[in-house]
C-alpha cells in the first residue's frame, strides 16, 4: 500500500470520503472490497490497510498530510481533509501496533463549477454551496459509504469512523 504525503491542488472544491477502523477481518474485508470498484481505483483514492505501528505521527507545526496520523501524546489515529473541519478519530487505546487499520482518504477534485448555487456569484468563491448528500457521490463510493453506515453489512470492520462532505481543497 502507498502512503502519500501531502497533498497539490489546484485550488478548487472538492467533495470527499473519509474513514477509519479497526480491521477485525481482513479476507472479509478484501472480499467486500472487491465488490466496491477495482484495485486501480481503490489505490487511486488512497483505500488501504496500515498497520497502526507504521502510521506516522503528526508534525508539530500542525501540517496534516491528507493521510492517516498518529496523534502525538494520545491514543488515536486521523484523518485530516481540506481543513480540520473534516476529521475523523479512530481511538487506539486498546490497540497493539501490529493490529490493522482501514484507511480511507478519497479526495474529489469538481472543481468550483458543480458547487454553485442560483445564489452563488462566479466572483465570490465564498458562496459556493457545499451542502451536499452522498448521492453526490459517483456510484462506487456512494456503495462504500452506505456500506461504512450499514450497521447490517459486514465488512470485516468494527469501531468505524466516517465522514462525508464538500469544501475548499486549497
Known amino acids: 500500500m502507498k502512503t502519500r504525503f501531502g497533498f497539490v491542488s489546484n485550488s ?3 467533495s470527499f ?18 465488490t466496491v ?37 494520545a491514543d488515536k489515529v486521523q484523518v485530516v481533509c481540506l481543513n480540520d473541519d473534516f476529521t475523523v478519530e479512530l481511538n487506539t487505546e486498546k490497540m497493539e501496533e501490529d493490529d ?3 484507511v480511507i482518504a478519497i479526495i474529489n477534485d469538481e472543481g468550483d463549477s458543480a458547487f454553485y448555487s442560483a445564489e452563488s456569484s462566479m466572483e465570490n468563491w465564498l458562496e459556493l454551496d457545499w451542502d451536499i448528500d452522498p448521492s453526490f457521490l459517483v456510484s462506487w ?16 470492520l468494527t469501531n468505524i469512523q466516517c465522514k462525508f462532505g464538500a469544501g475548499r481543497n486549497g
Do not use: C, M
Request: charged fraction near 30%; charge should be neutral; proline fraction near 1%.
Open 12 to 14: 478548487s472544491s472538492s
Open 141 to 156: 463510493q456512494q456503495k462504500l459509504w452506505h456500506a461504512l453506515n450499514d450497521k447490517e453489512s459486514f465488512t470485516g
Open 100 to 102: 490493522e487499520i482501514f
Open 17 to 34: 470520503i473519509i474513514a477509519l477502523a479497526k480491521i477485525e477481518d481482513k479476507k472479509k474485508l478484501n472480499g467486500w472490497l472487491r
Open 37 to 73: 470498484a477495482n484495485k486501480k481505483t481503490l489505490n487511486y483514492h488512497t483505500v488501504g490497510i496500515e498497520r497502526l505501528g507504521d502510521i506516522p505521527f503528526t508534525d508539530d507545526d500542525g501540517y496534516h498530510s491528507g493521510y492517516a496520523e498518529r496523534v502525538k501524546d
